[in-house]
T-cell receptor, first 115, second 113 residues
Framework: QQQVKQSPQSLIVQKGGISIINCAYE??????FPWYQQFPGKGPALLIA???DVSEKKEGRFTISFNKSAKQFSLHIMDSQPGDSATYFC??????????????WGLGTSLAVNP | KAGVTQTPRYLIKTRGQQVTLSCSPI?????VSWYQQTPGQGLQFLFE???????NKGNFPGRFSGRQFSNSRSEMNVSTLELGDSALYLC????????????FGPGTRLTVL
């Protein structure tokens, strides 16, 4: 119930193409869904995030699509560039006791954009 | 503003030893979380500290412990190291405990031989 399942594990896209990474969850108590981007040798960095009352959020070339009924959300990278090559993590946040929050992470997708 | 800093960046230890990792959060941030990152398990939450108190804990054995100081700096300790403890240990800071946005440091790469 606390899992976030991410696919694919790895992805190769040509420059200019669309990269799509999918995540699915079970627990309907999750109320915040961020995506993080991690480059080699660096920690993850927040890329874009969405709340379940919104079906889509766009920031530049990055778009999150959220399907509440299917309990799925996805990251679309339009016009993918070699500089987008990184590992992408989806996550889901849940509020617990004592106003604590916990982030449950997907296992990551390694994206390679070929020039 | 300076980002989250972690020291050391790389560490090699042998089984049975103990290790202490350090994290300095972004100035003004009072919450520090620790994660273990491995290729097979992804990011796994260890614990979170806020105002020197542990607020949240993941499912790790008691060999993993931490603390936070009055200046919000945090240390993580692993005792009796096992080969399986080899991982990238990430520290993340946020302004408050309930805030969703976490800012990660570059991590400490621990290798246990």
């Amino acid at each position: 119930q606390q899992q976030v399942k991410q696919s694919p594990q790895s992805l190769i896209v040509q420059k200019g193409g669309i990269s799509i990474i999918n995540c699915a969850y079970e627990n309907t108590a999750f109320d915040y869904f961020p995506w993080y981007q991690q480059f080699p040798g660096k920690g993850p960095a927040l890329l874009i995030a969405i709340r379940p009352d919104v079906s889509e959020k766009k920031e530049g070339r990055f778009t999150i699509s959220f399907n509440k009924s299917a309990k799925q959300f996805s990251l679309h990278i339009m016009d993918s560039q070699p500089g987008d090559s990184a590992t992408y993590f989806c996550a889901a946040s849940i509020r617990g006791a004592g106003n604590n929050r916990k982030l449950i992470w997907g296992l990551g997708t390694s994206l390679a954009v070929n020039p | 503003k300076a980002g989250v800093t972690q020291t050391p960046r790389y560490l090699i230890k042998t089984r049975g030893q103990q290790v202490t990792l350090s994290c300095s959060p972004i100035s003004g941030h009072r919450s520090v979380s620790w994660y273990q990152q491995t290729p097979g398990q992804g990011l796994q939450f260890l614990f979170e500290y806020f105002s020197e108190t542990q607020r949240n804990k993941g499912n790790f054995p008691g060999r993993f412990s931490g603390r936070q100081f009055s200046n919000s700096r945090s240390e993580m300790n692993v005792s009796t190291l096992e080969l399986g403890d080899s991982a990238l240990y990430l520290c993340a800071s946020s302004f408050t405990v309930a805030l969703d946005t976490q800012y990660f440091g570059p991590g400490t790469r621990l290798t246990v031989l």
